[in-house]
């Protein structure tokens, strides 16, 4: 049993605490991504996990097990962090021989073992090279496969991909992607890579300041953000994010700013007289938001002040009156070549609002 589970982990550094009721449970055999803005806690959260901090209070659970009196050493946990932790007098070949001596392998079953990690982080022509005479990238893909030779009941990875050119670190995430199902190790991955933690995770934690701010599968925390800090992080570009006042007139909800108003229709205009507030944050992503050149039902007008070519795509900057938003629409189906100055016309898809309370920051209901 791998089971990882928190329950209330708070940790103080002085007077600066670091992680602040911290619960969540990464099922056996899962990959977690913890991900958030740098130094939010993801990397403590690990170093709880491994026993490296002690919490001030709460609790960690491995395999249903109490295990803050387990020493480190003693909980079968394979770490990779951001710093590469290399032995400068050994070979590459030797730092990924040396936790397997500890499990008296074969000689066989080693070389199988360091052959299999070779190729996979493509390593073949630097086995006999010491650390100082490698890259900083070779350096990080090393400290990764001196914990992927080994077969833990645990793997932690911090940034592990943090120091690879962009072409390898896509590669590197699709590949522990697989041995991850293939070996069915309980993972937990840290990343400030929003994209990369929706790319390889089962489960994401989405933290902020110390606390876990959302706990879902990628799906449900880019499609059902649960407080306006998640709607913004995930995704890119973020979420577009309008304050506008609730306002009722022939028996309709409207949505109203200065630069335009949209109606709701019947379930989200009953949603908002429930909540009896005056104003709320509409939250819509670029993707979501729909250009043409001629108006239509629904639609607004808006001026194109920046147009950035995104190989299959376009990301447009928008302004309409003092409310400046972003678009992300596919090159084959927007049906003119955008310029700069340009009007066009704007609406945003139907389905896709999320609705936010602005006073506690937190989604009203699930998808508009």
Same mark, same amino acid.
Not at 182 to 206: C, F, K
């Given at each position: 049993m791998?089971?990882?589970r928190?329950?209330?982990?708070?940790?103080?550094?002085?007077?600066?605490v670091?992680?602040?009721?911290?619960s969540?449970?990464?099922?056996?055999?899962s990959?977690?991504v913890?991900?958030?803005?740098?130094?939010?806690g993801k990397t403590t *959260?690990?170093?709880?996990?491994?026993?490296?901090t002690?919490p001030?209070?709460?609790?960690v659970?491995?395999g249903?097990k109490?295990?803050l009196h387990?020493l480190?050493?003693e909980?079968d946990v394979?770490?990779c962090?951001q710093?590469?932790?290399?032995?400068? =007098?050994?070979?590459v070949?030797e730092?990924?021989?040396?936790?397997?001596?500890a499990?008296k392998l074969?000689?066989q079953?080693?070389?199988r073992?360091i052959?299999?990690v070779?190729?996979l982080l =493509?390593?073949?022509?630097?086995l006999?090279? %010491?650390?100082?005479q490698?890259s900083?990238?070779?350096?990080?893909?090393v400290?990764l496969?001196r914990a992927?030779v080994?077969?833990?009941?645990i %793997?932690l990875?911090?940034?592990?991909l943090?120091n690879?050119?962009?072409k390898?670190r896509v590669?590197?995430?699709?590949e522990?992607r697989?041995?991850?199902e293939?070996?069915?190790i309980t993972?937990?991955?840290?990343? =400030?890579d929003q994209t990369?933690a929706?790319?390889?995770?089962?489960i994401?934690? *989405?933290m902020?300041?110390?606390e876990?701010? &959302?706990?879902g599968?990628?799906?449900?925390?880019?499609?059902?953000?649960e407080?306006l800090f998640?709607?913004g992080?995930?995704g890119?570009p973020r979420?577009?994010?309008f304050?506008?006042e609730?306002?009722?007139?022939?028996?309709?909800?409207?949505?109203v700013?200065q630069?335009?108003s949209?109606?709701?229709?019947?379930h989200?205009g009953?949603?908002?007289?429930?909540?009896n507030?005056?104003r709320?944050?509409l939250?819509v992503?670029p993707?979501?938001?729909?250009c043409?050149?001629?108006?239509?039902?629904g639609s607004?007008?808006?001026?194109l002040e920046?147009v950035?070519? &995104?190989?299959?795509?376009?990301?447009?900057t928008l302004r309409?009156?003092?409310?400046?938003?972003k678009?992300?629409?596919r090159?084959?189906?927007?049906?003119?070549?955008p310029e700069v100055?340009?009007?066009?016309?704007v609406r945003?898809?139907?389905?896709?609002w999320h609705l936010?309370?602005p006073?506690?920051?937190?989604?009203l209901e699930g998808?508009g």
């Amino acid at each position: 049993m791998s089971e990882i589970r928190l329950e209330n982990v708070r940790v103080r550094y002085g007077k600066n605490v670091v992680l602040r009721d911290v619960s969540f449970t990464v099922p056996e055999g899962s990959l977690c991504v913890i991900t958030g803005p740098s130094g939010c806690g993801k990397t403590t *959260v690990l170093r709880v996990i491994a026993g490296l901090t002690k919490p001030e209070r709460g609790m960690v659970y491995l395999g249903g097990k109490p295990a803050l009196h387990i020493l480190p050493g003693e909980r079968d946990v394979a770490m990779c962090f951001q710093t590469f932790a290399l032995y400068p =007098h050994m070979t590459v070949r030797e730092n990924w021989m040396f936790p397997l001596y500890a499990e008296k392998l074969s000689p066989q079953e080693m070389a199988r073992r360091i052959e299999e990690v070779t190729r996979l982080l =493509h390593m073949e022509f630097l086995l006999d090279r %010491y650390p100082g005479q490698l890259s900083g990238g070779q350096q990080q893909r090393v400290a990764l496969g001196r914990a992927l030779v080994r077969r833990p009941k645990i %793997y932690l990875l911090d940034e592990p991909l943090g120091n690879l050119d962009a072409k390898l670190r896509v590669e590197m995430r699709a590949e522990i992607r697989k041995i991850q199902e293939t070996l069915g190790i309980t993972t937990v991955y840290v990343t =400030h890579d929003q994209t990369e933690a929706q790319a390889v995770a089962d489960i994401m934690v *989405v933290m902020d300041f110390g606390e876990v701010k &959302q706990v879902g599968t990628p799906e449900e925390v880019y499609e059902k953000p649960e407080n306006l800090f998640v709607a913004g992080f995930i995704g890119t570009p973020r979420m577009n994010f309008f304050s506008l006042e609730v306002q009722e007139g022939n028996g309709q909800v409207f949505l109203v700013s200065q630069a335009f108003s949209l109606p709701l229709d019947a379930h989200q205009g009953a949603l908002l007289r429930r909540q009896n507030i005056p104003r709320v944050i509409l939250g819509v992503r670029p993707e979501n938001v729909l250009c043409t050149l001629q108006p239509g039902s629904g639609s607004f007008p808006a001026v194109l002040e920046v147009v950035e070519p &995104q190989s299959n795509e376009y990301i447009l900057t928008l302004r309409r009156e003092d409310v400046i938003f972003k678009a992300r629409l596919r090159r084959d189906t927007l049906g003119f070549t955008p310029e700069v100055g340009q009007k066009v016309w704007v609406r945003f898809e139907e389905g896709f609002w999320h609705l936010f309370d602005p006073r506690t920051e937190r989604r009203l209901e699930g998808r508009g």
